[in-house]
């Protein structure tokens, strides 16, 4: 079967670095999405990868190595704003999405 | 307004009874996407089209049918609507299927009583 897998939730203090890790277990690979989603709203594209190595975009930055089958999203000077559902998402071989369950990130001052 | 936008935000019915979700996007992409969201769940498929006039299944279609007669518009139905479809209903676009990122109405959150 298909597998996502990210931890649950998180807590961090707001200013610190955070890394959200992901491991798959999917049927092909056509690239990893990382995607944020803020309670009770719609999740909003953060980053795309599908070459291994490390994808910079700002404060967050985003990991892949596709032989571990293993990714990261990396949150830097975090902000209160920056508390919401980060969910990781897998595009198979017949090019479907397949997502995790999130990992809620609580940022505290 | 430009965007991907849904209709009802939120809907309580009866089971049994037959609920059309409604989604619209104004960027004539040409995929479109039917998700369900679940406490504890991933996003999960219902349903997808590549274009108007195709749609195809996606993880878990039962008890639901779409169609899409104008790109623009996927309207998603549950036939006769059971307790176990509560769930957060997300529409969305994309242009195409390979590296396109997709994105996502604010969501219908359905009740079925």
């Known amino acids: 079967g298909q597998n996502i897998d990210q931890p649950t939730e998180m807590t961090a203090t707001e200013g610190a670095i955070v890394q959200i890790n992901c491991t798959y277990q999917t049927s092909g690979f056509n690239g990893l999405f990382w995607y944020q989603q803020h309670a009770g709203e719609a999740p909003t594209f953060l980053s795309y990868n599908v070459l291994d190595g490390l994808e910079e975009k700002g404060r967050f930055s985003s990991f892949l190595s596709r032989s571990k089958g293993y990714s990261y999203l990396l949150l830097k000077e975090l902000q209160m704003k920056d508390s919401a559902s980060y969910l990781c998402a897998v595009r198979d071989s017949n090019y479907q999405l397949i997502w995790g369950a999130g990992t809620k990130l609580i940022i505290k001052p | 307004d430009a965007g991907i936008t849904q209709s009802p935000r939120y809907k309580i019915t009866e089971t049994g009874r037959q609920v059309t979700l409604m989604c619209h996007q104004t960027?004539?992409?040409?995929?479109m996407f039917w998700y369900r969201q679940d406490l504890g769940h991933g996003l999960r498929l219902i349903y997808y089209s590549a274009a108007a006039d195709i749609t195809d299944k996606g993880e878990v279609p039962d008890g639901y049918v779409v169609s899409r007669s104008k790109t623009e518009n996927f309207p998603l139905t549950l036939e006769s609507a059971t307790r176990s479809q509560t769930s957060v209903y997300f529409c969305?676009?994309?242009?195409?299927?390979?590296?396109?990122?997709?994105?996502f109405g604010p969501g219908t959150r359905l009740t079925v009583t």
């Open positions: 960027w004539s992409h040409s995929y």
């Open positions: 969305a676009s994309s242009e195409g299927s390979e590296w396109y990122e997709q994105y």
